[in-house]
């Protein structure tokens, strides 16, 4: 054996310790600061650094300024952060001698201490200077960046304003256009004092792009931009695009609301001529709103709305029309509003309640029953009949827990009048809405029962409407109604749509015929040569006739004149509603009656 040292032993565990070192080293600066390079590469550098750092400790003699080169060079790699800087001196101060395995002597720690020392001078030399470096580049970066940004931008402005305020589709001013321009006209020193708005829909526009697909519907959409640009008129000055299929035409120096109506009319006529797109005719038509007004007071805003408003009722009027907007009109709508938005919190408050109309039999003028009638007791407007707020709870469904309060009220108001006048029935209207829930033949039955009233003594009226189509929802619902022996009554029968054959099959008790069937009719309406005197009681036998072959009660409603309710009699009509025998009036009222009638002794 030998006694020289093993110098290939000892040179590969200084390897492995270097290879070692550098991993855990990479490892550490990798954590402190990020630099976009792959870790292969980072090992690399990190393994030369590390190799510079085994010599400077090792060799004799030492070489001055190895350490601070061994700084620079790692904030040259990019390892330039104070994190980077602390993970280095602490790692190297702490395992580089541990990983090359070299024995505990006070002269390497001395040395390697000054190479730390000697590292972190550099370090922050190269940092700083480097710092210097990429501040210049940052400042010449973005002086250059600005210049180019100010030639694009001057370049380009025209385009992306034309971006930003024209429609991409059909190359119309748009909606923002169009609001600045209308804005333009009610600022201060503005030349123009009356301006109009023709705002413009396309009607069922939706079918197109199901039925021919969008692509056809936008190539609409360009021959329909098309056709309102054409229209020529001096005081046309916009004509834009503002969403979707609705456009609008501003009208400037008018003189009145006709200027502004006579535009619609051209922009309609236009958009009436069948269009020719992709092989295939497009009839269409459009509604408009017309809006026409002053614009010097600072604000073109309203007017805007306005015409929006008048579009929403042409739209709802029919279609294929315009409407102008009118103050009075809008107001209602307002009025409407407001009624519908105040209902819930009134059905909660317990605000709606019943007048009751009497209803009389013809023949012996006693009083067989009551019409319940809806009546709102507003806090602020009073008491309100059913005219106002119906057809808002129609609309917003809340006609039916109103229905089923309403008619839990009649029920036990008839009940109580039953220990009067045994017999006394209660007519309540129902509407369409209520027919069509699954579970209203459910509540009437539960209504009976909590307020005792007999199910005969119940009618409900529906009308001609609800009984048009027999089938689904509404015929299940008669059919059950039917079965708890509730009386179905036809409402305002004469005006409606009501289909004979249904009138047969219907289980229904009775017919109430609209008031306008009691009235004589207008001699306007018949020849000179064919007018007979007798001709509405003729026809007014035979309705009432027909309702008794049917097997049904028949009742005339609006009947105003003594004169009125002996021609109905005289006709064969079974029982009478209208002011000659009673206004709607409160329960208590109809408790008068009932007692007058059944006991005169009493009142006198």
């Known amino acids: 054996m030998s006694d020289r040292p093993d110098t290939h032993g000892a040179d590969d565990r200084r390897r492995q310790g270097v290879e070692e070192f550098a991993r855990v080293w990479a490892a550490a600066l990798h954590r402190a600061h990020y630099v976009p390079i792959s870790a292969e590469e980072r090992r690399r550098i990190v393994t030369g650094l590390t190799e510079r750092l085994v010599a400077g400790v090792l060799t004799e003699p030492p070489d001055p300024g190895s350490g601070q080169r061994i700084g620079a060079d790692l904030v040259a790699a990019g390892f330039g952060s104070p994190e980077a800087l602390g993970r280095t001196i602490a790692i190297i101060g702490s395992r580089l001698l541990t990983e090359l395995r070299m024995p505990v002597d006070p002269a390497l720690d001395a040395r390697l201490t000054g190479l730390l020392a000697e590292l972190a001078v550099g370090f922050a030399s190269a940092a ?107 005081r046309i000055d916009l004509v834009a695009r503002l969403d979707s299929d609705r456009f609008a035409i501003l009208v400037v120096g008018t003189t009145c609301a006709e200027d502004t109506v006579k535009i619609a009319d051209r922009a309609l006529a236009a958009l009436a001529v069948p269009f020719h797109v992709a092989g295939t005719e497009v009839p269409l038509t459009a509604s408009a709103g017309v809006a026409e007004g002053a614009v010097h007071d600072g604000d073109a805003a309203p007017l805007m709305r306005a015409s929006e408003i008048a579009l929403h009722w042409a739209k709802a009027d029919g279609k294929a029309t315009w409407r102008q907007f009118d103050r009075e009109r809008s107001d209602a709508d307002a009025t409407r509003y407001r009624l519908s938005a105040a209902m819930p919190a009134a059905l909660r408050r317990g605000e709606f309640t019943l007048a ?10 006693r009083l067989t029953g009551v019409e319940a009638l809806a009546r709102w007791h507003h806090p602020r407007l009073g008491l309100l009949s059913a005219a106002r707020f119906i057809e808002p709870a129609e609309r917003t469904g809340l006609v039916v ?13 008839a009940s109580r009048w039953q220990r009067l006048q045994p017999g006394l029935y209660v007519s309540v209207n129902v509407s369409v809405r209520q027919l069509q829930q699954g579970g209203m033949a459910g509540t009437v039955s539960q209504v009976l029962d909590r307020t005792g009233l007999p199910p005969g003594l119940l009618h409900l009226e529906v009308t001609e409407q609800a009984v048009i189509e027999l089938s689904g929802a509404v015929a299940d619902t008669l059919t059950a109604l039917m079965k708890l022996g509730v009386r179905l009554v036809i409402d305002d029968f004469g005006v409606g749509y009501a289909n004979l ?104």
Not at 149 to 174: I, K, W, Y
Not at 203 to 223: I, M, P, T, W, Y
Not at 401 to 413: K, N
Not at 587 to 594: E, M, V
Request: with cysteine; hydrophobic share 40%.
């Open 356 to 365: 009751y109309q009497p209803i009389v039999d013809l023949r012996s003028g």
């Open 501 to 604: 054959a249904n009138l047969r099959a219907l289980p229904l008790h009775g017919l109430k015929l609209d008031a306008s069937l009691t009235r004589p009719s207008a001699p306007a309406f018949r020849q000179a040569s064919t007018y007979r005197p007798t001709t509405d009681d003729d026809f007014l036998t035979t309705v009432v006739s027909l309702g008794h072959k049917l097997g049904l009660t028949v009742t005339a409603e609006g009947i105003e004149t003594a004169e009125q309710a002996h021609r109905l009699a005289a006709t064969g009509c079974d029982n009478g509603q209208g002011w000659h025998f009673g206004r709607p009036v409160p329960p208590s009222a109809i408790t008068d009656s009932i007692v007058a009638q059944t006991h005169p002794m009493l009142t006198t």
């Open 401 to 413: 827990p109103l229905g089923a309060q309403l008619l839990e009220q009649a029920c036990r108001q």
């Open 128 to 234: 700083h200077d480097r710092s210097l470096r990429a501040q210049d580049l940052v400042r010449l970066a973005a002086l250059a960046a600005h210049t180019r940004a100010e030639e694009a931008l001057r370049v380009s402005e025209a385009r992306f304003r034309r971006f930003a305020t024209h429609d991409q589709l059909t190359g119309l001013p748009n909606l923002t256009l169009f609001t600045e321009r209308l804005g333009s006209l009610s600022a201060a020193g503005a030349p123009v004092a009356r301006a109009g708005i023709c705002c413009l829909d396309i009607d069922d526009f939706a079918a197109v792009n199901d039925v021919l697909g969008h692509e056809v519907g936008d190539l609409l959409l360009r021959d329909v931009a098309g056709r309102l640009g054409a229209i020529s008129d001096r």
